[in-house]
C-alpha cells in the first residue's frame, strides 16, 4: 500500500488557521506553529487550499501567479520551511491546484484580453456578441449570473465558470497547459506531497457554444449542464499524468463532481488519471442535480447508506476512496446530517467513526475534529462568500422571501465551513490579536482545542482515540468493507476484514432507541463506543461502536 492510502489527511483553510501577524487572517507560519497539534491527530497529509498570489475574490481559488504565496500568507521561505518542518513530522504538504480558471488579475489574462491578436490572445475563452450585442450563450455561472462577461479592451466576451474575476482556460491551447504544468512541476520540485485539483470536470469545453433550455425564470441554465465532463477530457487529464504526477511519490485527488461509477475506471487507480477523485453523492444527497440551495429536495438515511454504498462499491476494483463529509464549500456536517440534532456530541462521533473506518483515505476538514457548527448571521451583508451572495440573489429572483432566503443561506453557506480556529477561550479564540476577517463562532468559549483537549469526552479526544485505533487495527486500512443491515433505515453497519481481523462498526445514524437482530453480528467485543454502554441488539440514539472479535 501506498503512504497516502495508510495515513489521514486533513483539509486545512489557511486563512482561518493561525494568525501569527494579528493581521486577521491566517499564515504559513501559523501552520509551521501547530504542527504539533495536526501530528496529535494522526495527520500525515494537509490539504492547503490554495495559497497562492490571489485578489481573493474567492479566497484564493482566484489565482494571479501559480508559483508565488500570496503576501497575506507569507513568503515562498515560509512556504518551504513549513514543507521542511512538516516533513520532520512525517507530513506531507499538498497543493490545491486551480486549473480550469485563472484571476482575471493574473497577468496572463491581462495580456490575453488586450487584443484579438497577442501572443496569450487564445489562453482564455473568448466569443463576439450575438447580433444583438448579448452574451454568446444563456449559460448562467455556478456562483448566479451570466456565465460571459463583456470585456471593452477585446470588444468581446470571456467566459467564466464560476464569477467574473474567475475567466476559465482555454485548455485546448497547448501552451496554456505546458504553462500549467510547468507550475505543478515547480510544486513537486518543492517538495509538495500531492495534489487537490479543483473544479477538474470544467476544462473542456464543447465543440459548439449553444443556448440550452432554461432551467429558471432568469432564461438560463446552469454551465455545468453545458460544459461539465464534455467527451475528450481524458485526453487532458493523462497528459497531465503523464507531465505531472507519474514517476513522483505524491498523490492526486481530483474534484471530480458527476463522473458514474462505470467511467471510474478511467479516472482513478492504476490506469486512470488520478489516486483519488472526491465525488459528491453523499453530501449533495438534497441536490439530484445543479447544487441550488433554495431548491433541496428531501433525503433519508437510506439515501445516504446507498451514496457510501455506492462509491465504497465502485472504488473496490477502481482506485482508492477519499472519504469526507466536510470541506471548505459544504456545511458542518453536525447541522446537515442531523438538522434537529439533540445530542450534537454525539452526533459529531457517530460521524468522525463512518469517516475513519469506511474503506479508504480520511480526509477530516479543519474545525470538523472539535464537532463546529453552521453559523447564522442575521443578514447576507454579514456574509463574505461569493456564492452565498448569489445563491441569496437566486432565491430572491426565483420569488422567495429575504426570510425564506436566509434561510438557504444558514443552510447551506460555505462561510460556515471558514470560521476561523478556535484554539482557546481567549480572545478571538487564540487565532488572531487583530480584527478576525469572518467572526469567531459565538461557541467559543466551549468548543475549542484547549478545553477539549482536557476532556476526555470531547469531540477532540475521539478523533484522537479513532487516529490511535487505525493505527492499532490494519483491518481498517488494508481491510476489505462489506455491508449488512443493507435494508435497515437507520443503521449503517459494515464489516472490515484483512488477514489478521475482522470488525464489525454498527453506527445508528438516527435519534431513535434501536434493535436490530444480531444474526450477522459475530464479534462481542467492544473497542469503541460513544456511549456508556453496549448492549447486544440494540443501540441507542446516534450510538456507534466497533467491535472485534478477539481482544
Ligand atoms: C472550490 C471552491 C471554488 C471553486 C472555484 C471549487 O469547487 O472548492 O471553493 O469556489 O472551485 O474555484
Known amino acids: 500500500m501506498k503512504w497516502w492510502q495508510k495515513t489521514i ?23 509551521t506553529q501547530k504542527l504539533d497539534y495536526l501530528e496529535s491527530l494522526g495527520i500525515g ?44 513530522k512525517n507530513i506531507r504538504i499538498v497543493m490545491d491546484l486551480v486549473f480550469n480558471h485563472t484571476s482575471d488579475q493574473n497577468p496572463w489574462f491581462l495580456e490575453s484580453k488586450m487584443s484579438k491578436n497577442n501572443p496569450k490572445s487564445s489562453w482564455y475563452i473568448w466569443r463576439d456578441a450575438k447580433e444583438d450585442g448579448s452574451a454568446p450563450t444563456n449559460w448562467r455561472s455556478i456562483f448566479g449570473g451570466s456565465a460571459w462577461t463583456w470585456c471593452e479592451e477585446r470588444q468581446q466576451y470571456y467566459l467564466h465558470t464560476f464569477a467574473s474575476q474567475q475567466p476559465d482556460l482555454n485548455w485546448a491551447d497547448e501552451d496554456v497547459r505546458k504553462a500549467l504544468y510547468q507550475a505543478a512541476n515547480f510544486w513537486v520540485d518543492l517538495g509538495a506531497g500531492g495534489f487537490r485539483i479543483d473544479a477538474i470536470t470544467y476544462i473542456r469545453k464543447p465543440d459548439e457554444f449553444k443556448d440550452g433550455v432554461p432551467d429558471a425564470d432568469d432564461g438560463m441554465i446552469s454551465v455545468h449542464d453545458m460544459t461539465a465532463n464534455t467527451p475528450g477530457i481524458l485526453e487532458y487529464l493523462y497528459e497531465f499524468k503523464r507531465e505531472v504526477s507519474e514517476g513522483h511519490d505524491i498523490f492526486t485527488v481530483a474534484e471530480a463532481n458527476g463522473v458514474s461509477a462505470d467511467e471510474l475506471k478511467y479516472w482513478v487507480g492504476e490506469h486512470g488519471a488520478f489516486d483519488m477523485l472526491f465525488e459528491f453523492s453523499h453530501v449533495n444527497l438534497e441536490f439530484k442535480g445543479v447544487e441550488t440551495w ?18 465504497q462499491n465502485a472504488t473496490k476494483a477502481n482506485g482508492w476512496y477519499p472519504a469526507f463529509f466536510e470541506n471548505h464549500d459544504k456545511p458542518r456536517c453536525i447541522d446537515h446530517y442531523f438538522p434537529e440534532c439533540s445530542d450534537p456530541s454525539s452526533a459529531a462521533k457517530a460521524m468522525g467513526t ?8 480520511p480526509f477530516l476538514y479543519q474545525g470538523q475534529e472539535l464537532g463546529y457548527r453552521n453559523v447564522a448571521w442575521p443578514s447576507i451583508d454579514c456574509y463574505n462568500d461569493i456564492s452565498s451572495i448569489g445563491q441569496y440573489q437566486f432565491a430572491l429572483s426565483e420569488g422567495l422571501t429575504e426570510e425564506e432566503a436566509m434561510k438557504c443561506v444558514h443552510t447551506f453557506s460555505r462561510d460556515s ?39 476526555p469526552d470531547s469531540v477532540l479526544s475521539w478523533y484522537r482515540t479513532l487516529a490511535e485505533i487505525r493505527q492499532e487495527h490494519s483491518a481498517l486500512i488494508s481491510g476489505d468493507w462489506t455491508e449488512f443491515m ?22 445508528n445514524l438516527s435519534e431513535k432507541q434501536r434493535t436490530f437482530s444480531t444474526e450477522s453480528v459475530t464479534a462481542e467485543h467492544v473497542i469503541l463506543n460513544n456511549k456508556d454502554t453496549y448492549e447486544k441488539g440494540s443501540l441507542s440514539p446516534l450510538q456507534c461502536v466497533i467491535l472485534a472479535e478477539k481482544l
Not at 20 to 25: I, S
Not at 294 to 311: E, G, M, V, Y
Not at 427 to 452: C, M, Q, R
Request: aromatic share 10%; glycine share 6%.
Open 9 to 31: 489527511a486533513y483539509e486545512l483553510y489557511p486563512k482561518s488557521f493561525l494568525d501569527t501577524e494579528g493581521q486577521g487572517t491566517g499564515t504559513i507560519r501559523g501552520i
Open 486 to 507: 443493507k435494508d435497515d433505515p437507520d443503521i449503517i453497519a459494515y464489516k472490515r476484514k484483512n488477514d489478521e481481523e475482522e470488525l464489525y462498526i454498527l453506527i
Open 45 to 88: 497529509a494537509v490539504w492547503l487550499t490554495p495559497v497562492c498570489r490571489s485578489p481573493m475574490v474567492d479566497n484564493g481559488y482566484d489565482i494571479a501567479d501559480y508559483t508565488d504565496i500570496d503576501p497575506s500568507y507569507g513568503t515562498m521561505e515560509d512556504m518551504k520551511e513549513l514543507i521542511a518542518k512538516a516533513k520532520e
Open 294 to 311: 433554495c431548491r433541496p429536495d428531501p433525503w433519508t438515511i437510506s439515501d445516504l447508506k446507498r451514496a457510501l454504498r455506492n462509491s
Open 354 to 361: 463512518l469517516l475513519m473506518t469506511l474503506r479508504g483515505t
Open 417 to 455: 465551513a471558514r470560521t476561523p480556529m478556535q484554539w482557546d477561550d481567549t480572545e478571538n479564540a487564540g487565532f488572531s490579536s487583530g480584527t478576525p476577517w469572518l467572526p469567531i463562532h459565538d461557541d467559543y468559549k466551549e468548543v475549542n482545542v484547549e478545553k477539549e483537549s482536557r476532556d
